[in-house]
């Protein structure tokens, strides 16, 4: 399999290079340049196969020669070590829980995923050159690509984040690790970061003493395992008996789960509609609504991995739909949504069943399905469930009046100190990545 730039102005490449660039030399998304949809026998027959089997089939084309089949399957085995269930949230609505992993959010799949694909590439290394990863957060990634790199040899591990901007226990999770991970408090918001991080990749003195890769959803091995999980509700669905048509309604900050949910449709899924359901940082709702795409500067809000005023992955989805609005319309609708309104969808889903306890993003994802139903009856909606609520303890107990439970994985981290190095612009990201690499 190729991969192509989306700027269009760098040469193809395969799936090692492609992940360990990151970002393509022109500043472009890579993109697979050709997407076969996988037979309809497998799908029609996908209860069947374990998850595992069914991550092979759904990944192995993208992968192409790169990792042998052995090696593959393994990498596979170990990122999907947790369940994936679909809970009934009320009639025609239910809820996939994305957060049974060791950080207790979806990220923990293309971190895990991404993670083996460059262990596995930098063993085969001889001349021992270690690999430094550079990833920008609003909360969830750091901690997923912390925990899914934590130790692995040769690979390095420079995490960003927004001073203030992330959860305490988000913070915990960036910023206790130690080893091979180092965590960088920004003083600005997201966005501020993430153009830190694709500004490295593209300054020649950095690419001259280091080899830096990113773990975003930029990187193709952290956002094509996201189309695993589609896969997985729809066969437990169809173990279920429904038949309905089915719309997925996914909490969307840099658009990479929703954009692999439309690939997982590109190889033949058959669902009906996406939602891409967002906070008030509305880029894309506004788009859809006007024909014009208008970044903007992120807005804080209680769901703060969605805190994106330009997602990167969009592009993605343009591409998919070879830039028609109309073509696009078919499939994917995008909604937004206040933090007044999320804190009383968090009420509502509690209210529906009386146990049921949603985080912020899922209350989010919740609204955009229950909007998109509004005027389309006659389907099944699951809502993503991107992190558990203990990862945003304070906003979910005050507004339910009650007290979480905490996870052994919370737990575990609760107590650590925090461990960060405050930088202000690019520079001092610069300098600390030099000086870190003169030191090893």
Same mark, same amino acid.
């Given at each position: 399999?190729?991969? @192509?730039?989306?700027?269009?102005?760098?040469?193809?490449?395969?799936?090692?290079? $492609?992940?360990?660039?990151?970002? $393509?030399?022109?500043?472009?998304?890579?993109?697979?340049?050709?997407?076969?949809?996988?037979?309809?026998?497998?799908?029609?027959?996908?209860?069947?196969?374990?998850?595992?089997?069914?991550?092979?089939?759904?990944?192995?084309?993208?992968?192409?020669?790169?990792?042998?089949?052995?090696?593959?399957?393994?990498?596979?085995? *170990?990122?999907?070590?947790?369940?994936?269930? /679909?809970?009934?949230?009320?009639?025609? +609505? $239910?809820?996939?829980?994305?957060?049974?992993?060791?950080?207790?959010?979806?990220?923990?799949?293309? $971190?895990? @995923?991404?993670?083996?694909?460059?262990?596995?590439?930098?063993?085969?290394?001889?001349?021992?050159?270690?690999?430094?990863?550079?990833?920008?957060?609003?909360?969830d990634?750091?901690?997923?690509?912390?925990?899914?790199?934590?130790?692995?040899?040769?690979i390095?591990?420079?995490?960003?984040?927004?001073?203030?901007?992330?959860?305490?226990?988000?913070?915990?999770?960036?910023?206790?690790?130690?080893?091979?991970?180092?965590?960088?408090? +920004?003083?600005? +918001?997201?966005?501020?970061?993430?153009?830190?991080?694709?500004?490295?990749?593209?300054?020649? *003195?950095?690419?001259?003493?280091?080899?830096?890769?990113?773990?975003?959803s930029?990187?193709?091995?952290r956002?094509?395992?996201?189309?695993?999980?589609?896969?997985?509700?729809?066969?437990?669905?169809?173990k279920?008996g429904?038949?309905?048509?089915?719309?997925?309604?996914?909490?969307?900050?840099?658009?990479?789960?929703?954009?692999?949910?439309?690939?997982?449709?590109?190889?033949?899924?058959?669902?009906?509609?996406?939602?891409?359901?967002?906070?008030?940082?509305?880029?894309?709702?506004?788009?859809?609504?006007?024909?014009?795409?208008?970044?903007?500067?992120?807005?804080?809000?209680?769901?703060?991995?969605? %805190? +994106?005023?330009?997602?990167?992955n969009?592009?993605?989805?343009?591409?998919?739909?070879?830039?028609?609005?109309?073509?696009?319309?078919?499939?994917?609708?995008?909604?937004?949504?206040?933090?007044?309104?999320?804190?009383?969808?968090?009420?509502?889903i509690?209210?529906?069943?009386?146990?049921?306890?949603?985080?912020?993003?899922?209350?989010?994802?919740?609204?955009?399905?229950?909007?998109?139903?509004?005027?389309?009856?006659?389907?099944?909606?699951?809502?993503? *469930?991107?992190?558990?609520?203990?990862?945003?303890?304070?906003? /979910? *107990?005050?507004?339910?009046?009650?007290?979480?439970?905490?996870?052994?994985?919370?737990?575990?981290?609760? %107590?650590?100190?925090?461990?960060? @190095?405050?930088?202000?612009?690019?520079?001092e990201?610069?300098?600390?990545?030099?000086?870190?690499?003169?030191?090893?």
């Amino acid at each position: 399999m190729n991969y @192509f730039s989306l700027n269009n102005n760098a040469p193809k490449v395969k799936f090692k290079e $492609a992940v360990i660039r990151g970002l $393509a030399p022109d500043r472009g998304l890579y993109f697979p340049e050709e997407i076969t949809p996988l037979s309809s026998d497998f799908i029609d027959n996908i209860e069947s196969y374990s998850n595992e089997e069914i991550a092979y089939k759904v990944i192995q084309p993208f992968v192409g020669n790169e990792i042998p089949e052995k090696e593959l399957k393994k990498i596979i085995d *170990e990122t999907l070590c947790f369940d994936f269930p /679909v809970i009934e949230i009320e009639d025609n +609505v $239910a809820t996939l829980e994305l957060f049974q992993g060791p950080t207790m959010a979806f990220k923990d799949v293309g $971190a895990r @995923f991404m993670a083996r694909c460059l262990g596995y590439f930098n063993s085969k290394n001889k001349n021992n050159e270690e690999i430094t990863v550079l990833v920008a957060t609003s909360g969830d990634t750091g901690g997923a690509v912390a925990s899914g790199f934590l130790g692995v040899k040769g690979i390095k591990v420079v995490i960003l984040y927004p001073s203030g901007k992330v959860s305490d226990i988000q913070e915990k999770q960036l910023t206790t690790n130690g080893q091979n991970v180092s965590a960088l408090e +920004v003083n600005g +918001v997201f966005d501020d970061c993430q153009e830190m991080v694709k500004t490295a990749f593209l300054d020649q *003195e950095l690419k001259d003493n280091m080899k830096l890769t990113s773990a975003n959803s930029i990187n193709i091995a952290r956002w094509l395992p996201q189309m695993f999980y589609f896969f997985f509700a729809y066969k437990t669905l169809k173990k279920q008996g429904i038949d309905k048509k089915l719309v997925f309604s996914t909490p969307s900050g840099n658009f990479g789960n929703v954009c692999a949910g439309l690939m997982a449709h590109q190889l033949g899924l058959p669902i009906f509609h996406f939602v891409a359901s967002t906070n008030i940082n509305d880029t894309v709702p506004k788009y859809m609504e006007a024909g014009i795409y208008e970044p903007k500067p992120s807005k804080e809000t209680i769901s703060n991995a969605m %805190d +994106v005023g330009n997602p990167s992955n969009f592009i993605r989805i343009q591409k998919i739909v070879n830039n028609d609005l109309y073509k696009l319309k078919k499939t994917f609708s995008s909604y937004s949504f206040t933090d007044k309104e999320t804190r009383k969808a968090i009420s509502t889903i509690r209210n529906l069943n009386g146990k049921y306890i949603a985080d912020p993003h899922g209350a989010v994802g919740y609204l955009g399905l229950k909007k998109f139903m509004e005027t389309n009856d006659q389907v099944f909606g699951v809502f993503l *469930e991107t992190a558990h609520p203990i990862k945003f303890r304070d906003t /979910v *107990e005050q507004q339910l009046g009650l007290t979480l439970d905490i996870p052994s994985q919370i737990e575990a981290i609760l %107590d650590k100190e925090k461990e960060s @190095f405050v930088i202000e612009d690019y520079l001092e990201l610069k300098s600390y990545l030099l000086n870190r690499q003169l030191k090893a």
